[in-house]
């Protein structure tokens, strides 16, 4: 693989193996060059034929790339982003980027070459209900719900895991699992104002288990309310409902695969519309579209606007979601 970007993954994870390496190891424009983990990852290494590593304290010691892969906890990013950039390494940064907005600024002026991977702007149906919204072929908006949720049993985290620790995670489920529904709502109303009118939480210890929130949304043919609610210990749907002046839009934003259904008012009658082969329809493909932008990027010498690459926007609803809801535990 002649002048194949040299790719360096951190972190062993289910993101890590189960997405990361599996893509990257399939394009033939990059060559995986180490793995490394705080856990011994020489077994994965050895099923990717490169070096295994544990990183030290001593992160200067890592081997050199021309982009890494941070699949780590975000609570301990920040020595790896000043490491490599330092370097002068493209950085690709799993979700959520940072712990609030004060760190996310700081990331954005060590590196002009970052990303993350809030790969669900890539969703088929995501890219048609933007058309849908700044188009107006059904009217203005009016109102929209987006639901995600989840109970956890036996079946849950371990006690161990770093989603149960505000520190790795950076708090409970709106800012670990609901930062993709809330880059994607970024992206819907990219140019709007949005601003959090309400919102509630129930948290357990500096956890939020439950979080609804009431934004308003204002723009170009929108001046509606838009309710987001995430639960892990309520049953809640995954939905998104956007009601426009002349119809409804559905579909289940976790699942990329079901096209956009429509309903005409007092649902008269009511049709799907085609998917465009070019977005995605699977949660694997949305994450190939997500490499695949980046990497062009880079092999161009592209210039990339970092804060959309990490969704800077992103950081701050989720912010001001919890401060809102006065969940005050990523300031601690």
């Known amino acids: 693989m002649k002048n194949a970007l040299e790719i360096g993954v951190i972190g062993c994870g289910n993101i890590g193996t189960g997405v990361h390496l599996p893509i990257l ?136 895991h770093y989603q149960t620790d505000v520190g790795l995670s950076g708090g409970g489920i709106l800012i670990e699992r609901g930062c993709h529904a809330i880059t994607v709502i970024n992206f819907l109303f990219e140019g709007y104002t949005l601003k959090t009118e309400k919102a509630t939480a129930i948290c357990q210890g500096k956890l939020d288990l439950d979080v609804e929130a009431h934004i308003c949304v204002r723009g170009p043919g929108v001046d509606a309310m838009l309710r987001y609610h995430i639960s892990y210990i309520r049953p809640v749907k995954n939905l998104a409902r956007f009601v426009f002046q002349y119809g409804t839009v559905e579909f289940n934003h976790t699942n990329f695969g079901p096209p956009i259904a429509v309903k005409t008012n007092r649902n008269h009658f009511s049709f799907s519309i085609n998917p465009d082969p070019q977005w995605a329809r699977s949660r694997k493909h949305a994450f190939y579209l997500k490499w695949n932008s980046f990497l062009k990027a880079i092999v161009d010498k592209s210039s990339l606007n970092c804060e959309l690459e990490t969704s800077l926007a992103t950081t701050l609803l989720i912010e001001d979601i919890y401060r809102t809801g006065r969940v005050w535990q990523r300031q601690d």
């Open 25 to 160: 190891s399939s394009l033939d424009t990059v060559r995986i060059a180490f793995i490394a983990d705080t856990r011994d990852p020489k077994d994965v290494a050895k099923l990717y034929k490169v070096p295994g590593v544990k990183p030290t304290d001593d992160l200067s010691s890592l081997p050199a790339c021309d982009v890494v892969v941070l699949a780590i906890p975000v609570g301990v990013r920040e020595e790896y982003i000043k490491e490599f950039s330092r370097r002068g390494t493209a950085i690709f940064s799993e979700k959520p980027f940072a712990l609030n907005a004060t760190q996310h600024r700081t990331f954005l002026s060590f590196n002009d070459r970052m990303t993350c991977n809030y790969a669900s702007i890539y969703s088929n149906a995501v890219r048609q209900l933007r058309e849908i919204i700044r188009s107006n072929v059904f009217g203005e908006l009016r109102e929209a719900v987006i639901t995600e949720g989840g109970l956890i049993g036996r079946t849950g985290l371990e006690k161990d």
